[in-house]
């Protein structure tokens, strides 16, 4: 979808989306997603059920989409972070440093899909997102074959290890900043490089 197209979209249309949105959000709040109906979220979004049918063909088809949101906002936000002017390991610190604020910002939805278990397509879709971004960012690091580091594995090492801490921060009402957790990891990637 184009930005042209994404600006096109009538605004009751996205603010019809956005309370079904919340409305599933709450629902996963309060239970299980086996037990959420989409009466139920339509009640909750105060909208009729024939109007979420307009949005979503089913709960499925609303979690799909909303992944595929929630990945593009992310990919977008890893891409428009880097800047010429700045060093690998700055740029690496910066997307993680807006990656963590974009959380932060959306932390109810992001406590809710990664801070449980109830939705695992969300953190099986940021994990992709987070294999591919530290996948390039070790690309050219001579460092891992020196020491005997299978690339695989240390790509597999990286994204549970960054997307493990997101969840655990975000489940723990993210009691750092996300300037803070940054840098924290930040010491600790290059602790692991030396």
Do not use: C
Not at 152 to 163: K, M, N, R, T, V
Request: glycine fraction near 4%; avoid cysteine; aromatic fraction near 6%.
């Amino acid at each position: 979808m184009t930005d042209n197209t994404k600006q096109r979209v009538d605004p009751r249309i996205l603010r019809t989306r956005q309370l079904i949105k919340d409305a599933l959000i709450d629902l996963l709040q309060e239970m299980e997603l086996n037990k959420i109906t989409v009466n139920r979220i339509a009640e909750r979004a105060t909208i009729n059920r024939v109007t979420f049918y307009l949005h979503y063909d089913d709960i499925q088809d609303m979690l799909v989409k909303m992944a595929q949101e929630m990945a593009e906002e992310v990919e977008s936000i890893l891409k428009s972070t880097t800047t010429s002017q700045n060093s690998p390991d700055d740029i690496g610190w910066l997307k993680l440093v807006t990656l963590l604020e974009y959380i932060a910002e959306n932390g109810r939805f992001y406590k809710v899909v990664l801070g449980s278990r109830r939705t695992p397509i969300f953190t099986e879709r940021l994990l992709t997102i987070i294999t591919e971004t530290i996948t390039e960012s070790i690309e050219n690091n001579s460092l891992l074959a020196t020491k005997g580091i299978q690339r695989d594995i240390a790509i597999w090492h990286g994204s549970s290890a960054l997307i493990g801490t997101i969840s655990a921060w975000v489940r723990k009402d993210m009691p750092y900043t996300p300037q803070f957790l940054a840098k924290q990891l930040s010491l600790l990637f290059q602790t692991g490089k030396k």
